[in-house]
DNA sequence: ATGTCCACCTGCTGGC
DNA sequence: TGCCAGCAGGTGGACA
């Protein structure tokens, strides 16, 4: 799934079609996703100007002018796309916009998520109040992580994809920044000294940047809702390279799992 | 509290 | 070529 960065260029590509625009007809076309869908998903979107598009953790929020927010989650493959013909199978909640686009919510394994708030007690609601902070936020202290970690035995891979911790962290893009901050994704989160936390945090936040740049990582569902796909799979230097050589001393990559996900390190570079 | 494991669901792929 | 076990970007709940 969508990560923080593939969230991000959804969202981001939502933007131009929604902004300002008003929602004609939101039409759900089975009852749930992971959970059940809001019983008056159409009533209260249909007829509304969609005023905000955002992001928090690997939830997307838009806001509309009846003060509103819905809040969605791709869980692993999740897609928004341009539906213009008869929806697709998997299409499971259509958007007709004013002006005659057409969004869907496209999600075969359903592991995704829609709910709506009231805008204004967003964050009170059960799936953001619980998230950690934003990752980019340049107001994060730089040892947010380091104190996180403290006294933890939990391995640092399952502590960053922790979304209490930090919101929006997966599992590619925790196996990425460990290895850009040689940390080994097995070990005691409290064993790894403070300031290797300090700088996993902002190969964190290099990562994530260079993945939005790239529009984030195309694998089997991820695209934008433009159909364009990202590239930032290109530049991964762990991530489902198990058996390749580490980018960095040549070694066969190592395939282990941690906390039930599939991880890849280097057992040379990563300590 | 903390950590581990599993289920949820469909589609694709790699090995036979 | 065909079949099918195993695996996939997530996460909440059951359990030790």
């Known amino acids: 799934m969508p990560e923080l960065p593939e969230v991000e260029t959804v969202v981001r590509g939502l933007g131009p079609l929604l902004l300002g625009r008003r929602l004609l007809r939101v039409e759900a076309r089975r009852p749930d996703l992971r959970w059940p869908l809001p019983a008056d ?15 928090r953790g690997k939830f ?17 493959s999740g897609r928004i796309r341009v539906s213009p013909g008869s929806p697709h199978p998997h299409d499971h909640v259509l958007f007709a916009v004013e002006g005659g686009t ?24 059960r799936w953001l109040a619980p998230l950690g902070p934003e990752p980019l936020d ?19 891979k399952s502590l960053l994809m922790d979304q209490r911790v ?4 997966g599992n590619i893009y925790a196996a990425e ?9 097995a070990r005691a989160a409290g064993r790894v000294a403070a300031r290797r936390l300090i700088a996993l945090q902002a190969a964190l936040a290099d990562v994530l940047a260079e993945s939005i740049a ?32 580490c980018p960095a001393c040549g070694r066969a990559l190592r395939l282990s799992v941690i906390g ?5 390190h280097c057992t040379a570079c990563q300590r």
Request: proline share 4%; no cysteine; hydrophobic share 45%.
């Open 41 to 55: 998903l159409g009533v209260r979107l249909s007829g509304a100007r969609v005023q905000a598009l955002a992001r």
């Open 102 to 125: 057409v969004l869907a919510f496209h999600d075969p394994r359903r592991f995704g998520a829609m709910d709506i708030a009231r805008t204004d007690a967003l964050g009170r609601h």
């Open 214 to 245: 790239a529009g984030g990582s195309s694998l089997r569902d991820h695209a934008r809702v433009s159909g364009e796909l990202g590239t930032y799979q290109l530049g991964f230097r762990v991530y489902g390279r198990q058996g390749k050589p």
């Open 177 to 185: 920044a460990l290895f850009r901050a040689r940390i080994a994704p």
């Open 166 to 169: 930090l919101a929006g962290i």
């Open 138 to 156: 340049p107001a994060l202290a730089p040892d947010h992580l380091a104190r996180a970690a403290a006294g933890r035995v939990l391995a640092i």
């Open 260 to 264: 039930g996900r599939s991880s890849v």
């Open 60 to 76: 997307g929020l838009l806001s509309t002018d009846r003060g509103d927010t819905l809040i969605f989650h791709l869980g692993m």
